[in-house]
Structures are given as structure tokens and as C-alpha cells.
């Protein structure tokens, strides 16, 4: 009873809207719904966005995918497709400080359907406790009304994104020059690791094939998650090759743990942004540049798998991958990519940290 109420009102409010939208969240994941998800979007027509850390669980071939809602860095023409929407569908979304980019998103509640794994909230109205995620998906999927207009707008607002040019010869190597190539290298045998900093909004860009898996951490924001999720996702997704985009300084947090990619014979490759240990904000964050090649090869000492190198340059990187994903393909690789050491962010990341500074420096607020 709860369900099919859930889906009257749910009904209801969605086929009145001119331009609907579909946003999904990081709790598909734990829902199950991934399947489910994907039925809704082919039927209601409504463009699909997806919240940064659902990045991978959403197939981004869907013919009305739209990129990623992130407020203010979201993908190009994503949030005023969302923002301006007269009702939205999220998905199993988390709004915390990261993913709102400092609470700072254009929404509004009486907008909004929000689905979790067993709850459905209508706008400022009723909430429908004990409804799964999935079924309620499903359901709906066979009730609502196709309705295409906020996809129409999209096609129309989008302009076609710049290419990253060739480097010249002599040319110190640029990060998304780096990323230019990570994203040639993805398929639905790779899976890629993005750490925390300027790899996430990197990375975000990254446009996934069918089947390429995606992990990042939003939550907390640790950096040097990245080097151990890469060895777990490793290990248990071995039919699949790990590309992982590691800075400097996270790597130095947790580098150990390579030992133990040897150890278990991983294949990852692992992209090491080297800019010198310099990052953006201030001299109290810098930190010592290591030798990191040296260490990786003093960490294989000859037992096991490895390869290392490092590249400066366009035609290096190019080589290195060449070497990686062929003569190296059962290898561990280490690519230590040496760019500028003011190479450490971009204009989405300005804009994301100083919001969430913001939101999370102010003055207390009693209530």
C-alpha cells in the first residue's frame, strides 16, 4: 500500500512538471537499483545527471545522460539544466558539505522527490516509509509520462568541448595533457581510482565507457585513500586493469602500501602527479619531494612484477603507456608524471574549496 502510494503521488507530481529532471546518488550503489535506475531513465525521457560520488553507477553512453551535477562545478550546461528544472528526481543522494560544494546548490525542497533504499520523500508533503529504492523505480517507471523537454534544451544550450592540444617537443608535460591520455587508455576491463584533490575534478571529466568502473572519496575527503582502494579494488576485481591518479602528497600517506600490491601480484597502473610537493595553498601545506621511482624500486627489491618509470614530457607519457599496456601488461606500472609545480589545480577546484572554506569556516548559528 505504501508503494503504490509512494508511486501515485510520486506520479502525480512529475507528469504536471515541464521539465523534469533525473539526478542519481552514491545509495544506488548500496540499494541495488543501478538496473532499476536505468529502466526509469529509458521510459520518463527526462535528462540524467548524476551527483559526483555516483560517478560509475550510472552508465554514461545513455543517450540522455547529461554529466555531472556538482552546483557550481558541475559538467558544462549539467546544473542549469538541473537548477532550472521545475521538478527534479534524485536518486539515493547524500547532501553533505563536499557533494552540495559548501550548501550552496540552487535547489529548492518543494521541487524535490527524494528516493533513498526504503524511503520516499515528496517535496515539502508526505514521506512513504518501508518503500524499497527498487520497486518504487520500477513501478514508476511503468506509470510516468515520457516527457523530454529539459534533454531538448541540453542539446541545444551544449557547446562542443575544446580539444587539449599536442605539446611541443620541448614542452614541460601538462596535467590535463596527462588526462587527455588516461582517458584513451579506459574500457570496460579498466577501472579507475581518482584521489582526493585535483585528480577528483580531473577525473570527473573522464567520460566512462560501458563497463569502466569509477571510485572516488567524497565523504571524508582523505587524502591517501587512493593508494589503498587501489589495491583492494584490485584485488577483488581482478578481471579488470586499475588506473589510478595518485598526487604527491597522498601517495606519501599511505605508499606502503605497494609493498602489498607486489606482494599480491596487482597489475594497476599507477599515476603519480609529481609536481615538486608544492600544492596551492600556502608553504605550510608543501611537503619534501621524494625520489619516487627509487623508493617503488627499493620496495620491489626484485621480487615480484614491476616496472617504474618517469615522464616530462608528451612523448614520454606517450611512450610509457605504450610500454604499460603491452610489453608491461602483467606488470605492476609506476608512472612518475613530473609536471609544474604550479600544475596543481584548476578552476573548478578554486572555486569548490573556497565554497566549502566558506560554509565551513562561518560563525556558530543558535537555534
Not at 180 to 205: D, P, R
Not at 231 to 240: H, I, P, R, T
Not at 243 to 250: H, P, S, V
Request: some cysteine; charged content about 20%; glycine content about 8%.
Amino acid at each position: 500500500m505504501n508503494l503504490e502510494a509512494a508511486v501515485e503521488a510520486a506520479v502525480e507530481f512529475l507528469n504536471k512538471a515541464a521539465k523534469p529532471v533525473m539526478i542519481g546518488g552514491p545509495k544506488l550503489r548500496v540499494a541495488k537499483a543501478g538496473s532499476a535506475f536505468v529502466e526509469l531513465a529509458d521510459a520518463c525521457g527526462y535528462a540524467i545527471a548524476v551527483m559526483p560520488s555516483a560517478k560509475g553507477l550510472v552508465p554514461e553512453n545513455h543517450p540522455r545522460f547529461v554529466g555531472t551535477y556538482w552546483g557550481g562545478v558541475s559538467a558544462a550546461c549539467c546544473a542549469e539544466i538541473v537548477e532550472s528544472a521545475d521538478a527534479y528526481l534524485f536518486v539515493g543522494p547524500i547532501f553533505n558539505d563536499h557533494s552540495s560544494v559548501g550548501y550552496s546548490l540552487l535547489l529548492k525542497k518543494e521541487k524535490a522527490i527524494v528516493v533513498q533504499p526504503n524511503r520516499v520523500v515528496l517535496a515539502d508533503g508526505p514521506a512513504f516509509g518501508c518503500v524499497l529504492m527498487e520497486d518504487f523505480l520500477r513501478a514508476l517507471a511503468k506509470r510516468v509520462t515520457s516527457n523530454t523537454m529539459a534533454h531538448d534544451n541540453y542539446r541545444r544550450t551544449l557547446a562542443p568541448a575544446g580539444e587539449v592540444l599536442e605539446s611541443q617537443p620541448d614542452e614541460p608535460l601538462k596535467v590535463n595533457v596527462l588526462f587527455k591520455h588516461i582517458q584513451n587508455m579506459l574500457s570496460s576491463h579498466t577501472a579507475v581510482i581518482a584521489e582526493t584533490g585535483v585528480s577528483w575534478f580531473n577525473c570527473q571529466k573522464l567520460k566512462l565507457p560501458e563497463g569502466c568502473g569509477y571510485e572516488f572519496q567524497m565523504q571524508y575527503g582523505s587524502i591517501g585513500w587512493s593508494v589503498g582502494a587501489t589495491l583492494g579494488y584490485a584485488q577483488a576485481a581482478n578481471d579488470k586493469r586499475i588506473i589510478a591518479c595518485i598526487g604527491d602528497g597522498g601517495f606519501q600517506m599511505t605508499a606502503q602500501d605497494v609493498s602489498t600490491m607486489l606482494r599480491c601480484e596487482q597489475r594497476s597502473i599507477i599515476f603519480l602527479i609529481n609536481n615538486g610537493g608544492e600544492i596551492h595553498d600556502g608553504r605550510y601545506n608543501g611537503i619534501k619531494n621524494w625520489n619516487y621511482t627509487a623508493l617503488i624500486d627499493a620496495i620491489h627489491n626484485r621480487e615480484g612484477k614491476c616496472w617504474t618509470t618517469k615522464v616530462q614530457s608528451e612523448k614520454e607519457l606517450k611512450e610509457a603507456i605504450v610500454v604499460a599496456t603491452n610489453e608491461k601488461n602483467d606488470c605492476l606500472c609506476f608512472i612518475d608524471v613530473i609536471v609544474h609545480k604550479d600544475d596543481d589545480t584548476n578552476k573548478e577546484l578554486l572555486d569548490w574549496s573556497s565554497r566549502v572554506c566558506a560554509a565551513n569556516s562561518r560563525l556558530p548559528n543558535p537555534q
